[in-house]
Structure formats: structure tokens, C-alpha cells
């Protein structure tokens, strides 16, 4: 498998817990979001994953794009360790959590839409980090509603192992770190993002771990 | 079932197409989103639904959130007729469109993103309309390239029968149209679209049939 990632791609550090939490070994291709105005802006990597985006995974001939569908497929296809409990309302529940954070959170703070504020609204980078910050607040503050007020949380989203979830939960939480967001009425997702960083397969996908890490 | 929904609300959409795909009758409860500030925002609500989010299935004595999420769990719960093909790199095509829609359009053209670009960096009309079209054009421009780069697209964006990838294309079709966004450069789009609304399913589905159509 090769998968194509940048160090600093939240959806990319998804992809890379779960191929690490799976036990799968994988070629990594770095692919610079900014350097010449993107590489995956770029002909050659538009053929391979005409998205534009990263991550993507080659994977039995074909490259698959978006890093939820990659995690779903690599749950299908090497189902041992599972991401994903058992019974479906509860496989909704999982799933329900790491939208959240993929759809709600994740897209609207992007780098190309902060891009757009700043260049094509004139946003000033204040306001931009004011953006930023915003929208995980108001995205982890449904995580955390979530995960509060249900008995299924553990010590991990789901229950005491980590899955599809905790994939999601631990790069947004980097990057509300990284933008200096307050989770400190969170308690929920402090508490499991520490307990996922115990473990290897998180602490390897980590941005700073990675080869192309600047 | 009891679908939480309100007309417009684009997530929502696609979801009253799934349970009309496959068949199955629920109550509708609608929501509205903008009267008093938002019945999604209100105690009633957030008890049912702490992520504050239309829409919400309520099944099996639990409450689901996030469109794909309960599609998913619908498709697990009633497989006939399946909304997602046999194969996992086959699933994983459909996925992958289905979140290009879900991740990278809808959320960043969210009601209460376009009300943050107004009231708090005071964009123009005209700049809110620029931006929606801008990234509607932007995503499906990437979902026409992984349509008509692959010969696995028919009738529909996989195959020749609806699915998944279809019952979020169709809503965001919608919502293009709605807000002027020029189609004429997306052929395979169009003509899938224009095939889905020969389908029952889809035409009860559609905002201007619901209850509680403004």
C-alpha cells in the first residue's frame, strides 16, 4: 500500500492511526500542500487522485480518496483489530462522532479556506485565528456533548479500545492546540486524547514523526 | 423511525432520500432552523440531539446524528436494496463521493457559516454568494473528475442504480441551482441528476414536498 500524505494533513494523520492501529506497513509519498502552490495542485498528482486531495491510498490497483471512505475500506478489508463495534446503532454512534469532527469541524478551517478569507475577504490573520478557533470550539463543544452525556464513552470514544473515533478526535485536537484553542472545559476529549497518545500507532502517525516534517 | 429534518436542510435531504430508496416509512419532525434563532439550538433539542444538528433519526431508542452516519446505519439495519455496492474498493468509490459532497461542499456553505462571514467579518451579499458558489464549484468540479475519469460510472454516479454517492449529489444539485452556480461544465453531474429525479424516491424527497415547505 502507498499512501500519499503531508505531515501536517489532518485527514492524512487520520489514515496513518489507522494503518498503524491495524498493524498495516505502507509506503508514504509526501505530497507539499504549499510548496509551488501545491503539489497536489499539480498534473501528476491530479491523475492519480483527480479530488485534488490529500491523503489517497493505492491500494489493489486503484487510488482511493477522502480519509474516512480509506478507513472504511482498510475496516473491511483487514477487519482484525476493529475500528468499528458490532452492532450497527452503536457503529452509528462511532461513525455519528468522527463526522462530526471530519464534516463539522475539519473542511471549514482547511487551509485553502483560510486561504480565501484572508485573500479574497482581506481577513486579517486575527480574525482568521478568531475562525479558527470558533468552529472547533463549536464542533468539539458537540464532540464533548457527545461523548458526555453517554455511557458507552470509555476510555476511548467508544468503550476501552480505540477506534474510528479516536482516529478523528486526536489530529483535530493537535491542531486546536497548534491554533492555542481552550479545551478546558472539555474534559471528555482531553482525557481520551491523552489516553491515545500512550499508545504507538498515535504517537507514530504524529505530524512531527513524520518524513516530510519541516 | 422518526426523522428530525427541516425542508431546506441539505443533509437532511439525503436522508429522506435513503429511507425512500429503500423503502421505509417514518414520522417527520420538522425542525426549523432559523425561527426563534434556531429550534436546533433549543434545550428540547439538544437533549435529543446534543451535536445541535439537523437531521436526527430516532431508532431503536437511540437518537443518531450526521446524515452519513444514519445512512450507513440504515444500510447495515434494511440492506435491501443496498445503497452502497458488494466490493470494497467498489465501497469505497461511493464513500469517496459521498464525502467530497459531505466534507468538502456542504459544511463550508452551511447556514451558520454564511452567517458568521455576515455578521462577524461583515461580508456583502454578493461575497457570501461569491464564496458559495466558489466552493460549490470547487467540489463538485472534483466529484465530475472522479465521475467521468471511471468507467464504473452508469446511470447513476456508480452503476446503474441510485445509491449513496447519489443521495448527496442530488441535494447539492439542488442547492447549486438554487444559488446560480453554473452546471454546463459538469456533464456527467447534470445527466445523473437529471436521472434521479425520474425516481420517486427522490422527487418525495426534495425540499419543496415537505411538510413544513415554506
Known amino acids: 500500500m502507498r499512501l500519499y500524505t ?3 494533513s489532518s485527514a492524512a494523520y ?13 509506503d508514504a509519498v509526501p505530497v507539499h500542500l504549499v510548496r509551488g502552490g ?5 498534473p501528476a498528482y491530479l491523475q492519480l487522485n483527480p479530488a485534488g486531495l490529500v491523503p489517497a491510498l493505492e491500494d489493489g490497483g486503484e487510488v482511493l480518496g477522502q480519509s474516512l471512505a480509506i478507513i ?13 463495534p458490532q452492532a450497527p446503532l452503536d457503529r452509528a454512534r462511532v461513525r455519528a462522532i468522527a463526522l462530526t469532527i471530519a464534516c463539522d469541524i475539519h473542511p471549514i478551517n482547511n487551509l485553502r ?3 480565501y478569507l484572508g485573500e479574497v475577504l482581506g481577513a486579517a490573520d486575527s480574525q482568521k485565528t478568531d475562525w479558527y478557533r470558533h468552529w472547533v470550539l463549536a464542533g468539539l463543544g458537540a464532540v464533548e456533548a ?13 468503550g476501552d479500545v480505540p ?25 471528555n476529549i482531553v482525557r481520551i486524547a491523552a489516553n491515545c497518545e500512550t499508545i504507538e500507532a498515535f504517537r ?11
Open 146 to 158: 457527545l461523548l458526555a452525556g453517554d455511557r458507552r464513552t470509555g476510555d476511548f470514544c467508544h
Open 38 to 42: 501545491g503539489e497536489h495542485r499539480q
Open 113 to 115: 479556506v483560510l486561504q
Open 163 to 187: 477506534g474510528l473515533a479516536d482516529c478523528c478526535l486526536v489530529p483535530q485536537v493537535f491542531n486546536a492546540r497548534r491554533f492555542g484553542c481552550d479545551l478546558s472545559a472539555m474534559p
Open 14 to 26: 487520520r489514515v496513518r492511526i489507522a494503518l498503524g492501529l491495524k498493524g498495516l506497513a505502507y
Open 6 to 8: 503531508y505531515f501536517r
Open 72 to 84: 472504511e475500506y482498510l475496516e473491511e478489508v483487514h477487519p482484525r483489530p476493529p475500528l468499528l
Open 204 to 214: 507514530l502517525a504524529a505530524p512531527g514523526n513524520q518524513p516530510d516534517a519541516e
